[in-house]
């Protein structure tokens, strides 16, 4: 018989449950919804279990985003066409201030940028330096829109995507392959 125990503590924001049970190893899931369940050894100690998922803590963080991105894809899915336009606006204002900042970190230039529905990519730059962007980037996780922005602002100075080019975009965003293997994993490569 399993014995739940809610754990009053919080790792990096994200609450947890624990459940004993007669197992012998610790485990830690992130179910669909986020919520994250750590299952435990009946007798095991707190600080054990806090140990462990220390350890795990960026696993952890990683997997609870791509949950919620994806509970919130689901949601977009079902906006109305008010909500629909409410986000692209949104979308427009959020993309044009990370456009803006990354240009000045990354020392480049842009031309125009253009909100749109793409169905195949998330974002494009062009050589003249025009910058199109997919609005549903407003509804991922928020590492997910940089990693975007980053990546085309990089075309600025590499028009390609050779090893020059992610060495661009890993001097912004050391961690962008988690974000490159996310949009993998949510239906588009990029």
Do not use: M
């Given at each position: 018989m399993e014995q739940k125990d809610s754990a009053e503590r919080i790792l990096k924001q994200i609450p947890y449950e624990i459940v004993y049970s007669a197992r012998k190893t610790l485990a830690v899931q992130v179910k669909a919804d986020g919520s994250v369940v750590v299952r435990a050894p009946k007798r095991m100690a707190k600080y054990k279990i806090e140990a462990f998922l220390k350890e795990k803590q960026d696993w952890i963080h990683t997997h609870w985003e791509k949950a919620l991105a994806a509970a919130e894809q689901?949601?977009?899915n079902r906006l109305t066409e008010a909500e629909r336009k409410a986000a692209v606006k949104r979308a427009a204002q959020m993309l044009a201030e990370k456009t803006a900042h990354f240009a000045k970190k990354m020392g480049v230039t842009y031309g125009r940028i253009t909100i749109r529905e793409q169905k195949t990519r998330w974002g494009s730059c062009s050589s003249a330096?025009?910058?199109n962007y997919n609005w549903k980037l407003v509804l991922m996780p928020e590492r997910v829109m940089d990693y975007v922005v980053i990546h085309e602002?990089?075309?600025?100075k590499e028009m390609n995507h050779s090893a020059r080019f992610y060495a661009v975009v890993a001097q912004q965003m050391p961690d962008y392959k988690v974000w490159q293997s996310w949009l993998k994993e949510h239906g588009r490569e990029y």
């Open positions: 689901k949601a977009a330096g025009n910058l602002l990089a075309h600025r």
